[in-house]
């Protein structure tokens, strides 16, 4: 089991009906780096089994799930919590996309404040009642014709921009292996084809050698090539001169069995 960020936004699901989107809900919790999960008068009672099996292993955040009656008390040792809607409400609250909304709950993290993020029912969303509570509402750009989005991909949305806030990079399995070559390995490898285009007679006519030679240049520079990127191109041209080699002593051998000069 992955390590939960030591301080991150609390999830609360007030009133949810489906064991699995609770479930679900705890699994991109898991996936991103968040493991406190409040319930508030879930609609079939707690604990549910089918929760656990949506959960496809990611147990820790509905092991350890806390149970509520109100908002008002999940919410009670919480400095700040953002209310999530996709439906208009006439309260004069900032109005934020996920992305501004993670990057000021990290900021508040920061700087020592508890935060959560409040997600209403499937079936209607949050009253405004619920909004009222909290200090912003944090929306999606999604398209008018169908506001309606799934708990627990309005869970994966705004865990996945609160991870972007934590760690930006791949991870690590997936970055390169291999530093980036320095100036003086990918000059090597200009050198090296460099004589060996010389050798083919690639340069023709030689007075446009130089822009020739500037052009490759450019191009493989492009490349960001790695230290091993370097290796393997020029074992590319060296096997590619060797064989130039070979045709050439075969040339060479064959006028010579027809006697030729």
């Not at 409040?118 to 509570?133: H, K, P, W, Y």
């Not at 030689?206 to 074992?235: C, D, F, I, Y």
């Amino acid at each position: 089991m992955a390590e939960a960020f030591p301080a991150a936004p609390v999830i609360i699901l007030n009133a949810p009906q489906l064991a699995e989107n609770i479930g679900a809900a705890a699994r991109v919790m898991a996936n991103f780096g968040l493991s406190e999960l409040r319930l508030v008068n879930p609609r079939d009672g707690w604990p549910q089994e089918r929760a656990w099996a949506s959960a496809s292993g990611a147990d820790w955040p509905l092991n350890a799930a806390r149970l509520f009656t109100s908002v008002e008390d999940a919410i009670a040792d919480l400095q700040r919590v953002y209310a999530t809607t996709a439906r208009p409400r006439e309260l004069q609250l900032p109005i934020l996309t996920p992305r501004v909304a993670m990057a000021r709950l990290a900021q508040a993290v920061g700087e020592g404040e508890r935060v959560g993020l409040l997600f209403g029912a499937e079936r209607a969303g949050l009253e405004t009642a619920d909004i009222a509570l909290c200090q912003a509402v944090v929306t999606l750009p999604i398209d008018m014709k169908f506001r309606s989005l799934n708990l627990a991909q309005a869970v994966a949305i705004n865990a996945y921009e609160w991870r972007l806030t934590q760690e930006e990079a791949a991870p690590p399995i997936f970055r390169e292996a291999f530093p980036p070559a320095d100036g003086a390995a990918v000059l090597g490898l200009f050198e090296h084809l460099e004589r060996e285009l010389d050798e083919a007679g690639f340069f023709h006519p030689p007075e446009k050698r130089p822009s020739m030679v500037q052009n490759l240049r450019s191009a493989l520079g492009k490349a960001h090539l790695s230290v091993q990127e370097v290796r393997t191109l020029r074992g590319v041209v060296t096997a590619l001169s060797r064989g130039r080699g070979r045709v050439l002593a075969k040339l060479a051998k064959q006028k010579a069995e027809r006697g030729e000069v």
